[in-house]
């Protein structure tokens, strides 16, 4: 069955960085578009960014434009978040998600889901 396993979080104080990795299993993954998910506590789950499936186009949100890159490395079957200066704002569980054929955009929809890792920044 399809696996996406997220790793890489824990804490950092604001202005820090962190790298998350998603790990995925049994799918093509060449073939899925990658998104990076976020919710904090109390609040609705967020889109962050995605990557196409070739890795040649990206979106993101804009209150991480500018210190969020994502990236992807199709022979090794995984999706990299590299967030720098970190804020407390961004403290949430972060989730990776698979979608095959919608894109890129924020609103599109995911086929599997990560059971996600958890970003705390301190101030």
């Known amino acids: 069955q399809v696996q996406l396993v997220e790793s890489g979080g824990g804490l950092v104080q604001a202005g820090g960085s962190l790298r998350l990795s998603c790990a995925a299993s049994?799918?093509?993954?060449?073939?899925?578009?990658m998104g990076w998910f976020r919710q904090a506590p109390g609040k609705e789950r967020e889109f962050v960014a995605a990557?196409?499936?070739?890795?040649?186009?990206?979106s993101s949100t804009d209150s991480v434009k500018g210190r969020f890159t994502i990236s992807r490395d199709n022979a090794k079957n995984t999706v990299y978040l590299q967030m720098n200066s970190l804020k407390p704002e961004d403290t949430a569980v972060y989730y990776c998600?698979?979608?095959?054929?919608?894109?890129?955009?924020?609103?599109?929809?995911?086929?599997?889901w990560g059971q996600g890792t958890q970003v705390t920044v301190s101030s």
């Open positions: 990557i196409s499936w070739t890795g040649g186009s990206t």
């Open positions: 998600a698979a979608n095959r054929g919608r894109g890129i955009g924020s609103l599109v929809s995911y086929d599997y």
């Open positions: 049994g799918l093509t993954f060449s073939s899925y578009n």
